[in-house]
């Protein structure tokens, strides 16, 4: 039997490939328990309350992008402008490489989401040809008001009705949030393990950890072995970098920067997790939408000041010992943070800006801030 | 090439705003509050308390067209900012970190105490956030809400079936976010807001944006075209930025009667008119002579821009409800520009309403959806070119731009 960490690896490197991962028990197949067939939703973006999904009882996993394909279709439909990553996610979907989805949801998490979620909309009204899936957004808003909680619960309300609608059940709220949040306190226990001295995990480990694309209840289960196999991890004791700035929806930055001796740490992007251990709780709806309102501080949808303590916090709780910041092209958000994360900071910091979707240039940080490793 | 314009309407606009400006620096330096707003989001707000304001995108526009936003994109970037990002904003954020602000034009920029935008993009709130951190200034930033469904005909929804156009969600947040915003300005600056005073400066934008749709009808109808851009959009948008005075709406009517004058007397913007253009995007604020350098050689005047036509279209909003009127005003009004289907059914519409035979389209690196608008346009037969620059940022504009535009029109538009 392959070790926990293994297997989470092994199913993050088959993450978003045409068949998504299933449960042994009832992998292979999509068929539910009266023989319906399970509808297979993908999703964009760090705002969708992946526990409604959860309750729907529909099977579902995060799309993202590839840097190693090309994204000629995603470029001419979003344009040059908007995040590569959003423009891979629209290649593959129209390319078709997430299989047969009934329907793709999206979050308002960035701008490029809701261009994501236009152009696709678009596309099923003037293109028709292109067979896209139903598509629909969850419109998250982050504005610290309560004016914006009274929206977000709206939305969150109408979005569990349209899960209803799809699968033609009521939602299993109270169990998909208390598992979802059991995930939350496991993943919570697991970054310790990163956050140790030396670390016991990589952050291109963590990335895998994090999300590997299963369903809740086997990632559990996984993470559960994991934590018991712990005393086995090995030790790393690169130079300890905290990642800040744009979304990492594949391993390469982090193989780039932990190949020259540094390990990642901590982050505070979406596929890492800003704040993992905050659990919903008790609450329905209402607790739902309270949740995701105040998920964050993303580079997307915060103030600078509020990344920049943020980062100082994080920094401090991971023990890092340089901070980079990693801003893509069409990406800019986490350029504007810089100054006050800096300022904010105790240990060194370096901007990688402008930089290429699934690459790093560390031309500035091996100048700076060279591993002694 | 500078560009020149040949209606008394843009001139007396003109000679408004320097008036204005000056007036407005009086007011601040007698201690008045001052707000800088974005352009989209409520202003009548601030006209009905009769608080002083001056629009983000209006200065950048004097900033760029004096050939300065090089200057002030440079502050931005002295303080670690990105100088490459929402240029339009980060230009403006600039004059604040000026050390030498009555340098300026026109004596620079107020210091403001509060400041007003929408949190759309990603960068947007963050901008006015770090400008909001310097001493005595709020930010004061509303959501940018979005929508899964919408009817796509919202140009005739909008004057009076708006609710059916934007849906009942965005426009309970965005009003109650305004009536918070009344509170809070009254709060902090002591004046007062008079719901009658609230009901005629709603009154006065509506009319004023009447008058501007039949200027843009008489355009849309009249060949050769009586006057071309570079006349229209000072005509329309200093006014804009005055709606709900009398002032915009008398000037309004001027513009449109000054129109309708040329029109019976067969004038002109270009006599020998062989093209009728269409140009997509911002304002190109540091080359307007861009948009009369067809005209001469190649008989191509543009006709249209968006910002009569916004005029006419996307401000017009009647109903009992003031306050919800003026969020259904602004709740979606950039996807009225930017968002398809809204924006690229209602290009098209425009297009055939002018007789357009050819649209110059501006694409910057902001995401705005521009793919769906060349599409929409060149399916109903209306041949595109794109420009691939920054409207502010003049270091974006290429010097190749002006001849490969000629030999489009050359070898497409009247081939």
Known sequence: MPTALAALEEAYARRGAARPPASPASSASSEGPAGARTPVVGYVGADLPVELLTAAGVRAFRLTGDPESGSALGDRYLGLGVDPMARSVLTRLLDGAFGDLDHVVVSHDCEASLRLFYALRELRRVEPGTRLPEVYLVDILHLPHRTTARYNRRRIGEFAARLEAWTGRPLDLAGAVAAHDERRRLLAAVAELRRAVPARLTGRQFLAVADPGLPVDEHIALLERLLAEAGRLEEHTGRRVFLSGSDHDTPHVYEAVESEGYVIVGEDHSFGGPQPDRPVGAGGLDALAEHYHHSGPTAHRATAGERAAHAARAVRHCRAEVFVAYSRIGDEAPAWDFPAQRAALDVPAVLLERQEYGRADLTALRKEHPCAV | ?415
């Open chain 2, 1 to 415: 090439m500078r560009s020149v314009k040949s209606l008394a309407t843009a001139a007396e606009a003109g000679r408004h705003q320097r008036e204005w400006f000056a007036d407005l620096r009086r007011r601040v330096a007698a201690d008045e509050p001052f707000a800088l707003l974005n352009a989209d989001v409520p202003h009548e707000i601030f006209r009905t308390m009769d608080i002083p304001y001056a629009v983000s995108q209006w200065w950048a526009s004097l900033v760029a067209a004096k050939q300065r936003s090089g200057h002030y994109l440079e502050l931005v970037r002295q303080r670690g900012y990105p100088d490459y990002s929402e240029q339009y904003n980060a230009v403006t954020l600039g004059s604040a970190f000026d050390p030498e602000p009555e340098a300026g034009p026109w004596g620079g920029l107020p210091k403001p105490d509060i400041i007003v935008g929408e949190a759309s993009g990603d960068v947007t709130r963050k901008v006015f956030d770090i400008w909001g951190h310097e001493p005595g200034v709020t930010f004061y930033p509303l959501e940018s809400a979005a929508e899964n469904e919408v009817p796509v005909n919202w140009w005739e929804l909008m004057p009076h079936r708006w609710e059916q156009a934007v849906g009942p969600a965005r426009l309970d947040l965005l009003t109650a976010e305004l009536e918070n915003l009344v509170r809070f300005l009254e709060t902090t600056t002591g004046r007062r807001f008079s719901e009658s005073r609230f009901r005629e400066v709603m009154a006065l934008v509506n009319e004023q944006e009447e008058w501007n749709r039949k200027t843009r009808d008489l355009i849309a109808r009249t060949r050769p075209a009586p006057l071309g851009v570079v006349d229209s959009i000072p005509s329309v948008m200093l006014p804009q930025w005055h709606r709900g005075t009398e002032w915009a709406r008398d000037i309004a009517k001027r513009f449109y009667e000054e129109v309708r004058e040329r029109v019976d007397t067969g004038q002109a913007a270009c006599p020998d008119e062989r093209a009728r253009l269409m140009w997509i995007g911002r304002g190109l604020w540091y080359d307007m002579g861009f948009y009369q350098r067809f005209q001469d050689e190649y008989g191509a005047v543009f006709v249209w821009s968006m910002y009569l036509a916004i005029a006419a279209d996307g401000y017009i909003r009647y109903g009992d409800d003031p306050m919800r009127a003026l969020a259904a005003r602004f709740a979606a009004f950039t996807d009225q520009l930017y968002t398809p289907p809204w924006s690229s059914e209602w290009y098209v519409k425009e297009a055939r309403l002018h007789g357009i035979d050819g649209v110059v389209h501006l694409v910057s690196d902001d995401p705005r959806g521009s793919y769906f608008t060349a599409r929409a346009l060149e399916a109903a037969g209306f041949p595109v070119i794109e420009i691939h620059a920054d409207n502010v940022d003049a270091r974006t504009f290429g010097d190749e731009v002006v001849e490969r535009v000629g030999r489009w029109l050359e070898n497409v538009v009247l081939a």
